[in-house]
């Protein structure tokens, strides 16, 4: 019974696959500049790529140790709060110097995780980038995801 329904789930799998209906991905493809790309597959890599960028990135800002975003937000927040009603200069002066390592920290990541994508589809794929919604498009492929990554593994 088992077998029969493995032969059957086998060439249903096999059909599709005749059809077009369900095209296998190949790794090998990723670094073929002479591969065609669809508008969806290509946007599915570029997004990937981008969120391993921010896990690699944010495991590594993580272990030096920089601190995420929000909790710096929080931090400069409340301690601005305290210094401007307890009138602390040192208090404010800590957390003024604390505002551009977070900032650093962001634009290093976006400079580093845009090139890696910009790389990738403009010298080894080769690709048209007009056909595809122009640089705009492919470049905000997984951003805003990959920024959130990188926020909490830091």
């Known amino acids: 019974m088992k077998e029969a329904k493995s032969v059957k789930l086998n060439s249903q799998q096999h059909q ?20 065609s790309w669809d508008k969806d597959q290509l946007g599915d890599v570029l997004h990937w790529i981008r969120q391993v960028v921010a896990l690699f990135c944010g ?13 710096i937000f929080m931090y400069v927040l409340r301690f601005m709060l305290h210094a401007l009603v307890n009138c602390n200069a040192s208090d404010l002066y800590r957390i003024v110097q604390s505002v551009p390592s977070l900032v650093s920290s962001l634009v290093i990541f976006l400079a580093i995780s845009t090139g890696i994508i910009y790389g990738y589809y403009a010298m080894i794929l080769k690709i048209d980038e007009e056909e595809f919604g122009g640089h705009a498009a492919l470049l905000q492929e997984g951003l805003f995801a990959s920024m959130t990554l990188f926020l909490v593994l830091v």
Do not use: M, T, Y
């Open 16 to 35: 599709q696959h005749e059809n077009g209906h369900f095209s296998p991905f190949k790794f090998a493809k990723l670094l073929d500049p002479e591969a």
């Open 59 to 71: 495991l590594l800002w993580g272990a030096i140790p920089v601190v995420g975003g929000i909790w």
